[in-house]
T-cell receptor, first 113, second 114 residues
């Protein structure tokens, strides 16, 4: 079974630019989650999508947004990039029903110069 | 809002030593609890989970965790660590019915010395 796949592996941008990160969930999973793993801050919940809709959002500004497509893949968009956005962005997926653990991808390392 | 505290940021042990990593959470209601592990250069993997039932949960690779509701704790244990257990360990919690938001602790880096 293919795991959660994320692309690109590494993304380098400058301040003020926009970044798009992509995630494909495990086949059969309808929920996709995004997390930010910044140095010294641990894993912080960003967004949860299920069945194409945003279901929950962490404590991040509106310039962090995303969407989920009909095939359940997802994009995370970060606008007006700031230096502190440099982090590893992890995507996870799970089944929607019941208490299902999340399975993680390898992440996209976003570096802001 | 739920929160998770991992008290040890960096733990160094010799092979065959016993391991206990602390995890405390704050939330008044029913929770699901997880331990994830991230080996060097690899993605986060589920080590074990507690949803209900027996508070002593056994996971992969000889790890276990005990849920003590009165102490809001979910400590991870292993009787005898190996060099291959060198990794970062994350405790996580999600409130049952809490819109699937999983809150992670800041992680504990475990270094096992041969």
């Amino acid at each position: 079974e293919a795991g959660v796949t994320q692309s690109p592996t590494h993304l380098i941008k400058t301040r003020g630019q926009q970044a798009t990160l992509r995630c494909s969930p495990i086949s059969g999973h309808t929920s996709v989650y995004w997390y930010q793993q910044a140095l010294g801050l641990g894993l912080q919940f960003l967004l949860w999508y299920d069945e194409g809709e945003e279901r929950n959002r962490g404590n991040f500004p509106p310039r962090f947004s995303g969407r989920q497509f009909p095939n359940y893949s997802s994009e995370l968009n970060v606008n007006a990039l700031e230096l502190e956005d440099s982090a590893l962005y992890l995507c996870a997926s799970s089944f929607r029903t019941g208490n299902q653990p999340q399975h993680f991808g390898d992440g996209t390392r976003l570096s802001i110069l | 809002a739920q929160s998770v505290s991992q008290h040890n940021h960096h733990v160094i042990l010799s092979e065959a030593a016993s391991l206990e990593l602390g995890c405390n959470y704050s939330y008044g209601g029913t929770v699901n609890l997880f331990w994830y592990v991230q080996y060097p250069g690899q993605h986060l993997q589920l080590l074990l989970k507690y949803f209900s039932g027996d508070p002593l949960v056994k996971g992969i690779k000889g790890f276990e965790a005990e849920f003590i509701k009165s102490k809001f704790s979910f400590n991870l244990r292993k009787p005898s660590v190996q060099w291959s257990d060198t990794a970062e360990y994350f405790c996580a919690v999600n409130a049952v019915g809490g819109y699937q938001k999983v809150t992670f602790g800041t992680g504990t880096k475990l270094q096992v010395i041969p």
